[in-house]
């Protein structure tokens, strides 16, 4: 029925995410410890921390280094608008994304007119101030101890959000809408602009494309996409802490797309998934963790030289066409054997006559 209503890209990954989302809401129903549950929710709010990203990294060739501000700022709007008790859930959310979206626009109509170097160390600077705020103005956001007194969760549409179970489900469905919504812009006609400014921004300019205003709405809307990121972490712990938009914050989501790699576009998730396992596994068994973690990611990048999706891809690709070059291969000389067959009857006497 999808497949006749919409075009055929949007039906197939309306597919693959109502598949993906019954498979995240039947694992906790498999596995029913909560350890699980809450991992996989860390695993939401810093995977649309790490594929946000990446829409700026691997898909228009722009490296933030302060990426997690907005992380933070998402997290932080929403959880004091939630403190005031006057607004619901779904109304939170949405002022607190339009905030985080409305900050961007005017920090990255400051940042994307640089390259390069300087776009890095700008956004740097940017998130150094934010984080600066949410340290110093002690009277709304708590300071260095975080916004304290928790987070309200009300019912949403008679559904309790203090059961565990229905609030895994709630952050489950909006980390697969934004990952959706995320696939739809990557294969987009902007998408493709954004992939040509990345490859040739001198060339993308000659054909007309106002490169500027392209890079803006790419920045704004991977700030949006973070700021669900942190509002899901926030709603979970509670609360919102300045660790939210620390350096560091920006820094493992770095690392996150270079352990899953960049080309694919769920790679991010395949990295947030391993760093945030060897987090939670390395923290209990070592205090070493940072010597750890820092050799695997050595090892990847310095070994693979590529993320662990990229490579898997590669190597998938690499095989179905040595298959298909086999089979093009053994066409010919299946024909060049045919007439070594034993001749039929009717050759024989053709050629007897």
């Not at 990294?57 to 004091?80: M, N, R």
């Not at 740097?124 to 916004?147: C, E, K, N, R, Y």
């Not at 993320?307 to 066409?321: E, F, M």
Request: hydrophobic content about 55%; charged content about 10%; overall charge positive.
């Amino acid at each position: 029925m999808l497949s006749g209503l919409l075009p055929a890209g949007l039906a197939r990954d309306m597919a693959i995410a109502v598949a993906g989302l019954a498979l995240l809401l039947a694992l906790p129903m498999a596995f029913p410890a909560p350890a699980l549950r809450d991992f996989l929710i860390y695993f939401f709010a810093y995977g649309l921390l790490a594929m946000s990203l990446n829409l700026l990294v691997g898909l228009t060739g722009l490296v933030s280094f302060g990426h997690a501000a907005y992380f933070a700022t998402g997290a932080y709007a929403f959880g004091i608008l939630m403190q005031t008790g006057r607004v619901s859930i779904p109304l939170a959310m949405l002022a607190a994304v339009g905030g985080t979206a409305l900050v961007a626009l005017v920090i990255g109509a400051i940042c994307v007119r640089l390259k390069e170097i300087y776009f890095s160390f700008i956004t740097l600077a940017f998130q150094m101030f934010i984080h600066s705020v949410i340290v110093t103005w002690v009277s709304l956001t708590g300071g260095d101890q975080g916004l304290r007194g928790g987070i309200p969760r009300p019912p949403i549409l008679g559904l309790d959000l203090n059961d565990a179970r229905v609030l895994y489900g709630a952050c489950a469905v909006v980390f697969v809408l934004c990952i959706l919504a995320m696939r739809q812009v990557s294969q987009s006609p902007f998408g493709y602009t954004l992939r040509m400014i990345r490859d040739n921004p001198a060339r993308a300019n000659f054909l007309g494309v106002d490169v500027t205003a392209m890079k803006l709405g790419i920045f704004v809307f991977a700030s949006a996409m973070a700021s669900v990121g942190g509002l899901i972490l926030a709603l979970f712990v509670s609360g919102a802490y300045p660790e939210f938009a620390f350096w560091t914050t920006s820094g493992e989501a770095i690392f996150m797309i270079m352990l899953g790699g960049t080309t694919i576009f769920l790679g991010p998730l395949v990295g947030t998934l391993l760093l945030q396992t060897l987090n939670h596994f390395v923290t209990i068994y070592t205090e070493h963790h940072g010597l750890v973690l820092g050799t695997v990611i050595l090892v990847i990048v310095l070994g693979l030289r590529r993320g662990l999706a990229d490579v898997l891809y590669d190597w998938l690709q690499g095989r179905r066409t040595r298959r298909a070059a086999a089979a093009e291969a053994a066409g010919p000389a299946a024909e060049s054997t045919e007439p070594a067959r034993l001749p039929d009857a009717a050759f024989v006497k053709s050629r007897i006559v």
